[in-house]
């Protein structure tokens, strides 16, 4: 299984700004980031998790122009960011939801929940839906064993949950108004 | 700040404490977090201001309080009466909380057992689960607030630098080696002996790295100590930097802990505010400070020499050692890696002298260790114990056996790297040499309990595809041997697998631990050999009828 691990979670951002369409980021946003860590040696992948916390993926242009304000080659970037789980290539969904694959969720059912999803949502693990709401993706585990089974969806941990009922988490994704605002307000910003 | 400093500014920090009648401590990490720990601290402040009893109940956040699956946990502190552990707290039951038993107690009463809303939200702190707990890297989760420096100072915060600030690096690298702490990350090497050889080396430049990678699935360790106490983390790195000379420290912390990572750099601002880092700490002159750099999700960056690749902003590739990085490191300087768990001990020992140390454990492991108890286990959570201690005590007594009427068949230490220990052998002691002996080893501090509904091929085959899919590819040992052995524990689980494909398996196995580059190729294979060597039945059961027979 490829498990490209959430992307949500990155440090600075709570949650991307990624639109399904994400245009790139703007050319001075991405020199000014260049600039921010081009003085710190080896920071390459410190510049990408700030980069994919800005637009939710590492898309081809903005890491071309990163490598040239960097001086770092594209051959380069590509080869850390294909290595590490945690960089996308894609734009991921609105909704990422992340299915812990730790072995403790693993024992309690991860699995199910996982094709449960899959189900409900008609995609494989590690696709979006086609109107891009939402995104299912198996990740590493996400530390919080004592809640197995589990699923992040954009950050946000939904614990103990029951692995026969996909769908009551799809409802509860879409109930969770203080996330969407979260998001919205992210966005507006 | 001047070392006299600490002790003024923990005695303002007590004094404030004493001020208030109760204290209410809720768990603050992620896990408690998500079920909603940030409403319940807004509304038990927000409830006790509309009862006018904030000037009486202090309410703050503090590290995970081990429990997970009962969470949010709140902890009751007062002057009057026993502690109190609520558990499964929500947001709204802020209110019936401070009524039913904050707001009575204050006004003298005792609250014995607990009835009403509240019946099934209380904890008895005598429960084995808490009382077999012996905490050092864990002592201050429960009671204090991960995010105030003071608090940290007011439980002797940073005396230890303090002491290490009047030691010789050569007089701190044997206090380490006294207390026999050895490497909590897995592997077990002496941290004394780690710091002495980095000592030695000559160089103008050294760095300390502190591993928080924590990549073992169904582990958090090391997650909760950077979230429930970073500047004992970061105390412990500033002790390493002074036995080492080092001059420059490295937090590498999973990108996937985005609450250890914020945690841990409010913590180093603090410190810095407050001069124990950055220039002249504690006023002695010294010198040294720390960055922070991010994992991006690669388990092979726990082994140290992928690590430095890392943090050097490459792929995540093992190199051959020697030269080790005690010689070579991060951009070719000496470099010193200790795991999270590791750095937390080391300013209890020097404050409380290597002997204290060495009195908890057996005759080769030392102290204490942190594990997180997960699977099919009542108590699910993380438990500090002595070494030493028994698993049975562990699973059994601690952790309440399945909590099910499903019977305990095993548990896997280790995480990927580990073992499966099969139930006749529980009396056995937690030690580094003991588990080794089993075939399994300490690993990180994963325990992932089994019961006998659960197939142990399944188990193993999820830690391999683990390993095959975190494997970086450089060696072939690794790459190749984890995917053949892969295929054939699928023609097993098929049943199309024959004796001649358990043959095998041992004998590649054997290959990969003997070839690989780094741990995680040698140890990848210990899973399926050790549910071979315990559980040969369950695979030959799913053999091919005929091959069986001719067997």
């Known amino acids: ?189 | 700040m001047k070392p006299e400093e600490l002790e003024i500014k923990a005695a303002a920090e007590v004094a404030k404490q004493q001020a208030f009648d109760a204290r209410l401590v809720c768990c603050s990490s992620t896990g408690c977090q998500s079920s909603g720990a940030s409403e319940i601290i807004a509304n038990l402040k927000a409830e006790l201001k509309a009862r006018q009893l904030d000037t009486k109940v202090q309410v703050s956040g503090t590290g995970c309080m081990g429990l997970c699956s009962k969470g949010p946990l709140i902890r009751m502190t007062s002057k009057t009466q026993k502690d109190i552990l609520f558990s499964d707290i929500k947001p709204e039951m802020a209110a019936v909380v401070i009524d039913r038993v904050v707001a009575p107690v204050l006004g003298g009463a005792t609250i014995e057992s607990p009835d009403g809303e509240l019946e099934t939200h209380f904890l008895d702190l005598d429960e084995p689960f808490f009382t077999m707990q012996d905490r050092i890297v864990l002592e201050n989760n429960g009671r204090s607030d991960p995010e105030k420096l003071e608090e940290y100072l007011a439980h002797g915060g940073y005396q230890g630098l303090r002491k290490a600030l009047t030691m010789s690096a050569e007089e701190i690298c044997k206090e380490l080696l006294d207390s026999g702490l050895r490497g909590r990350g897995g592997a077990g090497f002496p941290t004394g002996l780690k710091w002495d050889l980095t000592r030695k080396v000559q160089s103008d430049v050294k760095y300390v790295i502190c591993n928080g990678d924590e990549g073992d699935p169904g582990a958090f360790m090391d997650r909760s100590v950077l979230e429930g106490d970073p500047h004992a983390v970061i105390e412990g790195m500033l002790i390493a930097a002074r036995a080492m000379n080092s001059t420059n420290g490295v937090f590498y912390i999973r990108a996937e802990y985005p609450l250890a990572v914020e945690r841990v750099e409010k913590a180093l601002r603090q410190a810095r505010a407050a001069g124990l880092v950055g220039k002249n700490i504690l006023d002695s002159g010294w010198a040294f400070d720390f960055e922070i750099r991010l994992g991006a999700g690669a388990f092979v960056c726990g082994e140290e020499t992928a690590l430095i690749a890392s943090v050097e902003g490459k792929r995540g590739t093992p190199r051959p050692r020697p030269p080790f990085p005690a010689v070579k490191g991060l951009w070719g300087f000496p470099t010193c890696v200790n795991n999270v768990e590791t750095l937390a001990n080391v300013s209890r020992i020097l404050l409380r002298g290597a002997p204290w140390f060495a009195g908890k454990g057996t005759e080769k492991s030392k102290g204490t260790k942190v594990f997180a108890l997960t699977g099919k286990i009542k108590n699910n959570g993380l438990v500090e114990v002595p070494m030493g201690i028994t698993l049975r005590e562990i699973v059994e007594t601690i952790g309440g056996g399945t909590g099910t009427e499903r019977k305990v068949k095993a548990i896997q230490t280790g995480g990927p790297s580990g073992g499966m220990i099969p139930e006749h052998q529980f009396d056995t002691p937690m030690s580094y040499e003991h588990l080794q002996k089993l075939g399994s080893m300490m690993g990180s501090g994963g325990l992932i309990v089994i019961d006998d509904k659960d197939s142990v091929i399944e188990l193993a085959r999820f830690y391999l595809d683990f390993c095959v899919d975190e494997s970086c590819g450089k060696c072939a040992p690794c790459r190749i041997g984890g995917t053949q052995i892969l295929k054939m524990l699928d023609r097993i689980v098929d049943g199309t697998g024959t004796t001649e494909d358990i043959r095998k398996i041992r004998k590649v196995a054997k290959a990969m631990q003997k070839a690989s580059l780094c741990a995680l190729g040698q140890t990848a294979p210990n899973p399926i050999l050790s549910a071979l060597k315990h559980f040969e039945s369950e695979f030959t059961e799913r053999l091919q009828p005929v091959e069986t027979a001719k067997a």
Not at chain 1, 43 to 62: K, N, T, W
Not at chain 1, 107 to 121: A, C, D, F, M, R
Not at chain 1, 139 to 155: E, F, I, Q, S, Y
């Open chain 1, 1 to 189: 299984m490829s498990t490209p691990i959430d992307v949500t979670t990155t440090v600075k951002v709570a949650a991307p700004k990624a639109a399904p369409k994400a245009a790139p980021a703007p050319k001075d946003e991405i020199i000014a980031l260049a600039q921010k860590w081009k003085k710190k040696r080896g920071s390459l992948i410190m510049a990408l998790h700030d980069l994919q916390g800005r637009l939710g993926y590492v898309p081809r242009e903005s890491a071309m122009k990163l490598g040239r304000a960097m001086d770092v080659p594209l051959a380069r970037i590509y080869e850390v960011v294909t290595f590490y789980n945690y960089f996308k290539l894609e734009a991921p969904g609105k909704y990422i939801i992340s299915v812990c694959t730790g072995t403790a969720c693993h024992i309690k059912g991860s699995n199910q929940l996982l094709k449960g999803l899959e189900k409900e949502l008609h995609v494989s693990e590690g696709q979006s839906t086609p109107d891009k709401e939402y995104h299912l993706q198996g990740v590493r585990c996400l530390g919080c064993c004592g809640l197995a089974p589990l699923a992040a969806v954009n950050g946000k941990v939904y614990g103990k949950l029951d692995t026969s009922e996909s769908h009551y988490l799809i409802e509860r994704i879409q109930e969770d108004k203080p996330m969407v605002a979260a998001r919205e307000e992210i966005a507006a910003e």
